[in-house]
């Protein structure tokens, strides 16, 4: 009895110690120092063909002709950095289809 406590109490503590599965998992390593990516908060096509897109409070222009990943759960995501004094860009950026 004592030791199906025992491994019943270590099986508990191997399955709270497991990391969850977060959305960076998916996100190439190219695109991801394990902070620039984001689900989008705000998604909206321009006239011109690009778009703006806001994640993490940051807002960028995604230029028509940008190069976009498919997006593994259909949403959109990006993946933006500071790059110097240039400001916020685009380094990656992820849809689904329809978006």
Same mark, same amino acid.
């Not at 990516?37 to 993490?56: H, K, M, N, P, Q």
């Not at 976009?68 to 992820?94: E, L, N």
């Given at each position: 009895?004592?030791?199906?406590?025992?491994?019943?109490?270590?099986?508990?503590?191997?399955?709270?110690?497991?990391? $969850?599965? !977060?959305?960076?998992?998916?996100? /190439?390593?190219?695109?991801?120092?394990?902070?620039?990516?984001?689900?989008?908060?705000?998604?909206?096509?321009?006239?011109?063909? $690009?778009?703006?897109?806001?994640?993490?409070?940051?807002?960028?222009?995604? /230029?028509?002709? *940008? !190069?976009?990943? $498919?997006? /593994?759960?259909?949403?959109? !995501?990006?993946?933006?950095?500071?790059?110097?004094?240039?400001?916020?860009?685009?380094?990656?950026? *992820?849809?689904? /289809?329809?978006?």
């Amino acid at each position: 009895m004592h030791r199906r406590i025992v491994l019943s109490a270590v099986a508990a503590s191997l399955v709270l110690a497991s990391p $969850s599965v !977060h959305a960076h998992e998916w996100y /190439p390593i190219e695109c991801c120092s394990g902070r620039d990516c984001a689900a989008a908060e705000l998604v909206v096509r321009r006239d011109d063909g $690009s778009y703006l897109v806001t994640a993490d409070g940051v807002s960028v222009v995604i /230029p028509e002709g *940008f !190069h976009w990943r $498919s997006s /593994p759960d259909g949403q959109v !995501h990006v993946c933006i950095r500071q790059v110097g004094g240039v400001g916020p860009t685009v380094v990656c950026a *992820f849809r689904g /289809p329809g978006a």
